[in-house]
């Protein structure tokens, strides 16, 4: 009902309000009219009452007046003495008559008096005027009961008067009645003014005959001289907020004769109308709100009704929706009263099929357990959600999260649960875990051949001697390191380097057992630690060990002998942790490659002698290239053909104050691995260059002189700069030196060095590939290289002529110089043997104890006069080769 347009209720309360208004006009202003009519009724009657005073107060002294002896005496005797005595002016000034009169029983006048108009006299008789109007109404006025109670008026010239008349008796009220005494007043202004007083209410008197005063409402005037019927008494409305009430006072003779008036203000009215309006507004007030509050409250109800209707509709949509599976359970028989599709989907089950279904039979059986805890204490919402396993339709089963809320709709307890399929995230969870767990092996273990790395070892080294204390064991920390891995992965490549790692590590795994660890440390440095109850089997496995890595490896056709040195330390005796047992093996693992490698060394307390030795050893070699004791010698290099010397090899010498002489053998691994063999290289460079200077200036006859350089010093200067700086200081030309580098040398970085090489070779000076044939130097691989000596290693030369082997492979080197036009060099030539053979198979040149030791300077220009020479470049000036194309 409330529905309907809001214009529909502002017209309702319209016309309610019309007809409030109309009714509370109706009965409450008509009432307080009323009361307003009488209340100007009372007031004119009060006005006519206090008219009635004014006669009563004449009456009053005229009774007086007449029951006296001397009056009765005087209407006998008419004594002129009696009036002059007892009418006297002031007396009758006093009492306010106008006109006293006498008649005797006949009605005849016996005497009359009245007071002139606006004087303070009285003239006797009474004007003619006065005497025909009492004697025209005597009948009249001596009549008992007035026309109106008390009220006795008589029409005068001089206006309306007021009179009494009383029957003369003897003063003891005996009669018989000897006439009338009458009195009359003229009503004048101060007898109005008095009425005023007395009524305490405005008076006005207007006399019909006279002109009406101004401002009298015609309809008043109509009515005071209308017809004797109507009512002597009416009021009316004035203009502005007064009413005036009118009274009707008649002559005699019925005749109108005054008209009486009053006004007051409308007092009643007005409080009543106030009263109307305030009633009204009170109704109306109440009636708007009342209203307004229904309307307000409809509206409300109205919206939080069609807000609920959305918000069903919102809930309906977001279950139907959700990917979460929701089912509302009996918290008893835990039936599925509701689930939403993402349920059904979750199930493979119907919505259908799963209502009224038990929620356990969507459950796998293991995981019921869990889900009555769940539903034994429902979570409110937040709870954190259990996993559970779900048995679909298909009888797969699926990991989810469920979560059970409390609810309660329309008074009924009930539990919501949700249920999330979580597969994927377990899935993603595991991957996340299988790859943290890789990136964990991959920190921990050698990418190449995936052993364990040296960081794995740390940590479990120490967890291992812990149980072998606790055990009493003995542990053996095997340090390996495979000989000349260098050169395979120079000559061959990393790839085969590589490989040749990785069969190696191989062979590890396999040798030990399975409790022992074996880790790659560094680049061809390995590292096994085994436990065993008694140390003196520590022998049997480092020989197992040694030996099974001895068999050769084949990569891409070609062979490979592996061989391995080792160092072995032994926990406790060696060491009391890791870090000393490490070291120790390092050091017995020193030993072994002194010893020649291929062999296993085990720690011996004296290794740390050798070990300090070396510390001193340095020490003393930094000191003495500091101090000049490295001196050079020289060894000739024969031109086999014309027995001449060809050229030098210039030869470190070290004689130490203390030491005396310390072989190269001994002091060039030193300066390697300390580094100092840059600035050895370079203090030989140095006394060779300055030595062929003063050779020069001597007039001896000067051969070019060939340098050994290290690796490092080829890696670590700019070599060519070097060189040409180091000749141009002791002002020599460069064609007089030459370089000698190993394999490995060259081989290692070898896109860099060529171009070094080249630049060098530019200058002028010549390159000799040193100890040719100990390493792995793709031979095909030399005619890319800026070269132009072989130096056949003297293991080969040695054997050649008992061992064939040898002879082939010096003869091969040989041969395939030749056809890489590159000249050969064969050292350790010892014999005659040695120098025919060598001849004989085309190799150029040949060096060795067969012709010279390496000798000093000194010594060595002897040679080069008693031996003599073959012309060098230098010398005849021409840009050929220094050695003669054999
Ligand atoms: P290397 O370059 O192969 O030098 C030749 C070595 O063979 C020299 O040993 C020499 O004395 C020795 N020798 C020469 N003829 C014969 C012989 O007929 N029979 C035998 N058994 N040996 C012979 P040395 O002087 O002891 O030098 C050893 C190694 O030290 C050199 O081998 C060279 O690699 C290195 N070396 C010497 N001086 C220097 C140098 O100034 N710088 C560098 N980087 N290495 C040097
Ligand atoms: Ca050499
Ligand atoms: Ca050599």
Redesign the pocket.
Known sequence: MLARKPIFWIFAVAVFLGALGLVVQQVVLRSYETLEQQAIEQSTEQVVKALQAEVRQIAIVGNDYASWDEMYDFVRDQNPKFHELNFSELGLREMEIDVVMLVNEAGEEVFSAEQNPGAQTYSLPASQNVRTAVSKNLKNMLRERPPEAGLRLLDLNAGSALFSAHPIIRTDRTGPERGHLIFIRVLRPSTIARMEMVSQLPVGVWRVNDKPPTGLPSQIIAWARNSPFSTDRTALTLSGNDIAGYARLRNLDGSSALILSTVTPRAVYQQGRRTAIYLFACIAALVIFTLITAFVLGRRNQRSESLARANETLYRAVVEQADEGIALLAPESHAILQSNPALARLTGYSTTALHDASVESIIENSSLPLLWNILSAPKQVGGVPCELRLRRVDGALIEVDITANPLTIDGRQLICLMVRDVSQRKQAEAKLLDHQRRLEHLANHDSLTDLPNRLLLNQKLPGILERAAASQSSVAVCYIDVDNFKNINDSSGHDTGDEFLRAIAERLRHVVSSEDLVARISGDEFVVVSMAKEAIVFDAIARRITSHLRAPLVFSGREYSVSVSMGVAVYPTDGSDAADLLRSADIALYRAKERGRDNYQFFAPEMNDRVHQRMQLEQALRVALQEQQ?S??Y?PVMDLRSQKIAAL?????WRHPEFGDI???QF?PI??ESGL?VE??EA?LRQVCHQISTWSYAGLPVVPVS????AQ?LQRTNIRERVLAICSEAGINPRLLQV?L?ESTVMREIDRQIGALEGLRAAGVRISI??FGTGYSSLSYLKHLPIDHL?I??SF??DMTVDANDAAIVSAIISMARSLRLETIA????TRQHAMRLASLGCGYA????YS??VPAAECAKLLVSMGTIPNPVDTGKHQRLIASS
């Open positions: 490295i050079v010698h060894q090899e210039a030869l470190a010498r072989p190269p053998s060039i300066a390697e063999i050895l290289g030989v340098v050994n350089v290290s010093q000698e190993t040193d100890d130096k290693d003297r030369v040695r050292e350790g030539v010892e060096q060795g104890y067969l030791r390496p």
